[in-house]
């Protein structure tokens, strides 16, 4: 099905968009006539629809060498940090927790990289789920590697019901680019963590929290007003 990109004077941006995972080819399950299982990068597609349908072009970007980052960089106006698997908590001075899952060091390595070199660029970062934690790791920050032994269970973090269904509320900061993009204090999130930010990077700010204190989302007060315009779009 195409996507509507919305009208907007200029050349349209183009987004980098960061790889979901990277699964072993005995976790793929083969196609018929297709390629035989392999190493291979995952990315949901409405990362990449969404960015169309505001007016960006979508680059999917995967875990390269480091090296290559000036030449991405230069060529791109965004960054999209997708969601993805828990971050190795060695890349914020942490032992492993027993209720971690599985990570991917090559993307850890890279992405990091990515969100630091954006940040001296002070490109637009739009960071979703896990791209949010490595946003805040890439700062200096901490994750709670287990939200439940922190929290309790009042809440559900990691939702059983479909992804289109939100289930509970966060309250929004009232002086935030998030609250005044939404038009609104309260709204309704779906949930797919179980990790969540514990001490928070430099440079920024709480912009929602659910109930139980667990902070949902953030924004880089520094650059806040080069980052708005895409968050505004992919708002709408």
Not at 63 to 74: H, K, R, T, Y
Not at 202 to 210: E, F, H, I, W, Y
């Amino acid at each position: 099905m195409p996507h509507q990109a919305r009208s907007a004077p200029g050349p349209r941006p183009f987004i980098a968009v960061t790889t979901s995972e990277v699964r072993a080819g005995t976790a793929v399950t083969p196609t018929r006539h297709g390629e035989p299982p392999q190493l291979e990068m995952a990315l949901g597609l409405k990362y990449l629809h969404a960015i169309e349908a505001a007016g960006g072009i979508p680059v999917v970007v995967p875990p390269l060498q480091v090296d290559c980052l000036d030449d991405l960089l230069a060529r791109v106006d965004g960054v999209c940090l997708s969601g993805g698997p828990d971050l190795d908590p060695e890349s914020y001075g942490e032992r492993r927790h027993t209720r971690t899952g599985p990570t991917e060091s090559q993307l850890d390595v890279f992405e990091l990289a990515l969100a630091q070199a954006a940040d001296a660029r002070r490109l637009p970062i739009l960071a979703v789920c896990r791209g949010m934690q490595l946003l805040n790791v890439s700062r200096g920050g901490t994750l709670h590697q287990h939200l439940p032994d922190i929290v309790g269970e009042r809440i559900t973090h990691r939702q059983s019901e479909v992804g289109e269904r939100p289930t509970h509320w966060v309250t929004l900061t009232p002086t935030s680019r998030l609250s005044e993009i939404l038009d609104r204090r309260r709204t309704k999130v779906n949930s797919f963590h179980h990790q969540a930010i514990a001490t928070l990077g430099a440079g920024l700010n709480v912009t929602s929290q659910a109930s139980d204190g667990t902070i949902e989302s953030v924004e880089a007060f520094l650059y806040a007003a080069s980052s708005v315009l895409l968050l505004r779009r992919l708002a709408r």
